[in-house]
């Protein structure tokens, strides 16, 4: 039982210093597990558009391709210790 207590718990700890970083109002998240698993097989509706090392790489490369109209949204998804960048299909 404190396993998914933790995990939740980490996941709203990560939710709220993603929601920090972001001032453009893009849509940025930290998967749980079940979230997370999706990342290596795609979401439906959503691509890997890159996998970073940091959040913060992962972010600055979301809120770019927002800035370029790339996409309007983006997740960062912790997934396997690196961050997948997800973007709408």
Do not use: H, N
Not at 2 to 15: D, E, S
Not at 28 to 49: L, R
């Amino acid at each position: 039982m404190q396993k998914p207590i933790r995990t939740v718990g980490t996941a709203v700890a990560g939710l709220a210093m993603a929601l920090a970083l972001t001032g453009a109002g893009a849509v940025v998240t930290v998967a749980t597990a079940t979230a997370a698993a999706a990342s290596e097989t795609g979401a439906q509706g959503w691509d890997v558009s890159g996998s970073f090392d940091t959040q913060q790489e992962c972010v600055a490369a979301g809120d770019a391709g927002v800035a370029a109209g790339s996409w309007a949204q983006y997740w960062c998804v912790l997934f396997e210790a690196r961050w997948d960048l997800m973007t709408p299909a």
